[in-house]
């Protein structure tokens, strides 16, 4: 009984005691305050915020009261508090006023700000109108601040009794340029420069001693405790940079001085490094926004150690170090100024990965850096620290194990480890030491410099500072080798490289399927033709030595041979029906043959399909002969279409030997160019022989030695005389090509012309010679010498050109020779289509053409063709050139003498130069005259000559 009367009396008393406790009273007091961001501001939530907020609040605690905030109308917040309406004013700044009671700690320190209006009818440099509110600042007080920045006072105050009244002249441009606290920014105004720091303090009505004293004793408990508050509460609710506002003497300076040497060191990526000679990184990020704001440039130059750095900058090679530790006895001792910091630089240890540190570790330290002074040498003993040169020494030292630890910075860590490959190596989360970084200016230099520095330091926008160092350590990190990567995510690494490998393995595996099917469908259309289905002569290359050493019984017994099959009047047909209709007809002979004759074993289609190659391993007592007939008598009829048609072929034989049967290109030469003989001369069957294999190396020569002729200017033109029959007088030329070949001699144009027009290059030799005479014949119209027409051969290749008539006119226009100096000769077979057997339909378009040039035309080898009388009629030509086996014939048979006696009436009752050529006997020369014959050319007058010789010749003949 007595245990439960002591419980319920502890009961009551502490019952008691909670209720005399919850009695005691807390007393509010109304604090007053214009919105001010960062130092004081409510949200639409009702919650409050900044630095003088948080001041507030943490001094309620020491005071023992409690604050509500009532928010006052900007100009009107003295008067409320001296109506009583509040009983604290924070935030107000400005001349004191002397009714009122101010706390004897500043709780802020606003800069008093000169800010330009928008609508300004003058800018500062043109004796601006500067507003102020007369209630809180005194015009002796600004005149002092302005001193500075006008210190020929070129301005106008204009002072103001109302805040709403001096906005309203701001906006109508009546003033250019207000004063106000940082803490009050005006609308339609933008900060221009810092004239002062305020001083902001509790503010209390007339009366309010007592809780004047109060706050204040609580305040000097609250500071004792932290006395630096007031940064910390700044810092942790942000502060706005500073506007850059020059002095007069400033600008001056920076006018004179805008370029500066400055040093850096090397290797600290992403902080400060060089790439190609150019500064990169944080720092280079700020003193580029440096450069611009205030209009500078500085010239950064790479250093290989702080100590090299120091060096430079104590000779005179530099004016600023971009890096520098904030400490002003380092400064003295390295001859410098020191500006405000602008980074906050951190540092942290480096150690080997899965180690933990001995009790006496060994310390990498870097030479000349102030951080080896302040901290290393502060914490460890000497003998524990090693000196270095750079921090990559410093690392490689703790990598190999000379050290335990080194010191770099936190920024710059990751990039350090990983571009120099230090996988071993870890950096610890923790800062062990930090300091401002800022720029030092060497003494020689005008202090001014540094002060302009100062101001530009606090213009930083801090959010551009941070996101400097954010993007340079981004791209840093983008930057670390494959391998770092591989070694920081080895799960990640292991995953991705086995995808790539799985990836890569299927590729491999899909490109060789791939490959090996398009190589399939390559080597078909390399060595199949698409119309016939048959292959072609590459396979046929490629195949033949192995099927020339299969058939060696053959070879032994000299029955081995290579044979070339082609249709006869191959134009013919393909004028009367379809290419694709001739090729696949072809083709079935050639399955047919292959399948009929044992014999008749590899074969090939060439690309144009008029041309079979065969590998033919003869039966013993079989000729070629007798294989050429069997083959001609067993597909002498070919259906095509729906028409059998009678065929005829040629045939060439080539026999394989042990000598030829290595050079498999040189036997599919040989054989083509034994078919091309059989074609040429029409012949059903060639066996090829020794006057075809050395006319087959002759061509082979010419296929080489042809382009260099032209390169090396080897053809010469020669002339032969034309003169008339009668008087013997000398009326013409022809120019004749020769060939001066360094390997072959002197080559007339019987030796290779044929093969010139077979190949193509007869059109280029026709446009050589015919730019040799024009030069020739205008030479001597220059030199005043007289000149006889010359007539040069054109091939009929020239017909088939689409600009034959461009180049010749372009010729025309270039030498401007009389008309008719130059005659063209073409031979009547240059007009034939071969398909029609009639003159082409264009042949008298040329003509026309070329007459309208300048030039005069000649019909060579007349009587030779097909359809000379023909083309009588419809070619204006000027001149009838009679063969030379009309003439032959002639002397010898009445008949061709009086075929020849017509032709000559014919051309002169044209309108027609007769010549004749070939003359070579006196008798010859007296039946042309007999006949009619005006003009002829031949060994009996003149043979063909050099041009030295020829022009010799006209001198001779013509004078």
């Not at 194990?401 to 996988?423: E, I, P």
């Not at 030092?440 to 959010?463: G, M, Q, T, W, Y």
């Not at 446009?767 to 051969?793: C, K, M, T, W």
């Amino acid at each position: 009984m007595k245990r439960l009367i002591a419980v319920l009396c502890a009961a009551l008393m502490l019952l008691a005691a909670g209720a005399a406790s919850a009695a005691v009273p807390v007393t509010t007091y109304r604090v007053g305050y214009t919105p001010t961001p960062g130092f004081f501001t409510r949200a639409q939530d009702g919650s409050c915020h900044g630095s003088g907020y948080a001041y507030l609040e943490e001094l309620s605690l020491y005071a023992g009261c409690r604050f509500d905030y009532v928010e006052l109308p900007l100009g009107q917040e003295f008067d409320r508090l001296r109506a009583g309406e509040v009983d604290i004013l924070v935030g107000g700044s400005g001349t004191p006023f002397s009714d009122l009671l101010y706390s004897h700690h500043d709780i802020a320190r606003p800069a008093l700000e000169l800010s330009l209006s928008d609508n300004a009818q003058r800018d500062l440099a043109d004796t601006p109108r500067i507003a102020y509110f007369a209630k809180i600042h005194t015009e002796q007080a600004l005149r002092a601040s302005l001193a500075r920045f006008f210190p020929d006072g070129d301005y106008t105050l204009v002072p103001f009794q109302s805040l709403p009244a001096m906005d309203d002249a701001a906006a109508a441009g009546e003033v250019d340029a207000i004063t106000n606290d940082a803490f009050h920014p005006h609308p339609g105004t933008q900060p221009a420069g810092r004239l002062r720091l305020l001083a902001s303090h509790l503010t209390y009505a007339p009366g309010n001693a007592a809780l004047c004293e109060q706050l204040d004793r609580a305040i000097d408990e609250m500071l004792t405790v932290t006395p630096n508050l007031r940064p910390l509460l700044e810092q942790q609710t942000g502060r706005d940079r500073a506007p850059l506002f020059l002095t007069p003497e400033e600008k001056a300076y920076l006018a004179a001085h805008n370029h500066f040497t400055a040093l850096a060191s090397p290797q600290q990526m992403p902080y400060s490094y060089f790439d190609g000679g150019r500064h990169r990184g944080i720092i280079h990020d700020v003193i580029a926004q440096i450069e611009r704001d205030l209009g500078i440039t500085f010239e950064v130059r790479e250093t290989p150690t702080d100590t090299a750095m120091f060096e430079q900058l104590a000779n005179g090679e530099a004016d600023v170090l971009v890096e520098f530790y904030f400490d002003f006895s380092w400064a003295r001792q390295h001859g410098v100024y020191v500006t405000n910091p602008y980074l906050s630089t951190a540092y942290v240890i480096i150690r080997r990965r899965g180690q933990s540190l001995p009790d006496a570790p060994r310390v990498a330290a870097q030479r000349s850096r102030n951080v080896t002074r302040q901290y290393i040498e502060q914490v460890y003993p000497a003998e524990q620290i090693s000196y270095f040169d750079t921090d990559a020494q410093c690392l490689a030292a703790v990598n190999d194990g000379r050290a335990d630890l080194a010191l770099v910075k936190s920024t710059t860590a990751n990039a350090q480890l990983y571009n120099g490959l230090f996988y071993r190596l870890m950096a610890e989360t923790n800062v062990v030491f930090s300091h401002g970084t800022s720029l030092a200016v060497s003494d020689r230099l005008d202090p001014i410099f540094v002060r302009i520095l100062n101001k530009e330091i606090a213009h930083l926008d801090p959010v551009a500072v941070q996101s400097a160092i954010n993007e340079e350590t981004s791209a840093a990190s983008d930057k670390s080798p494959l391998a770092s990567l591989l070694y920081r995510y080895p799960q990640e690494s292991f995953l991705v490289v086995t995808a790539l490998f799985l990836l890569l393995l299927a590729a491999v595996i899909l490109t060789l399927y791939v490959r090996r099917s398009h190589l399939a469908a390559i080597t078909r259309l390399a060595y199949h033709e698409s119309v016939t289905d048959l292959c072609n002569e590459r396979w046929l290359e490629q195949v033949l030595p192995d099927a020339i050493h299969a058939e060696g019984a053959a070879l032994k017994g000299g029955r081995l041979y290579l044979a070339g099959i082609c249709v006869h009047q191959l134009d013919y047909l393909r004028a009367t029906f379809a290419l694709n209709l001739l090729a696949k007809s072809f083709a079935d002979i050639s399955r047919r043959a292959h399948a009929t004759f044992p014999w008749f074993k590899n074969y090939a289609i060439s690309t144009d399909h008029t041309r079979l190659t065969v590998l033919c391993a003869l039966p013993e007592r079989m000729t070629p002969e007798a294989a050429a007939a069997a083959i001609s008598s067993h597909f002498s009829s070919v259906p095509l279409g729906d028409v059998v048609t009678r065929v005829l072929y040629h045939m060439s034989f080539l026999p394989i030997t042990r000598q030829n049967m290595t050079n498999v290109s040189q036997l599919l030469g040989e054989s083509i160019a034994s078919l091309n003989y059989a074609r040429e001369h029409n012949l059903p069957f060639v066996l090829f022989d020794q006057a075809m294999h050395d006319r087959f190396l002759w061509n082979r020569h010419l296929d080489e030695l042809a382009p260099k002729a032209f390169a090396r200017q080897e053809f010469a033109v020669w002339y032969q005389p034309k003169y008339d029959l009668a008087t013997k007088k000398l009326v013409g030329a022809e120019a004749l090509v020769r060939w001066q070949c360094p390997e072959l001699g002197l080559l007339t144009p019987g030796r290779f012309i044929d093969y010139f027009e077979r190949i193509g290059l007869a059109t280029r030799l026709d446009y050589y010679i015919l730019g040799h005479v024009a030069r020739f014949l205008e030479d001597r119209l220059r030199r005043q010498l007289p000149v006889v027409p010359i007539s040069v051969n054109q091939s009929a290749l020239h017909l088939s050109e689409g600009d034959y008539l461009k180049k010749m006119k372009e010729t025309a226009d270039a030498y401007l020779l009389p008309r008719g100096l130059i005659d063209l000769e073409l031979t009547e077979t240059s007009f034939i289509d071969f398909k029609t057997k009639e003159t082409r339909t264009n042949a008298r378009h040329i003509i026309d053409e070329l007459k309208a040039y300048g030039y005069t035309t000649s019909m060579d080898d007349f009587c030779t063709g097909y359809s000379s009388i023909a083309m009588l009629q419809s070619l204006p030509m000027d001149t009838m050139k009679i063969d030379r086996s009309i003439l032959l014939a002639a002397e010898r048979d009445p008949r061709a003498a009086a075929i020849l006696e017509s032709v000559i009436q014919l051309g002169r009752s044209l309108g027609m130069h007769v010549l004749t050529e070939g003359i070579e006997t006196p008798e010859q020369e007296a039946l042309l005259r007999r006949l009619g014959c005006t003009y002829g050319q031949g060994y009996l007058y003149a043979k063909p000559m050099p041009q030295e010789d020829f022009e010799r010749f006209l001198e001779t003949h013509l004078n």
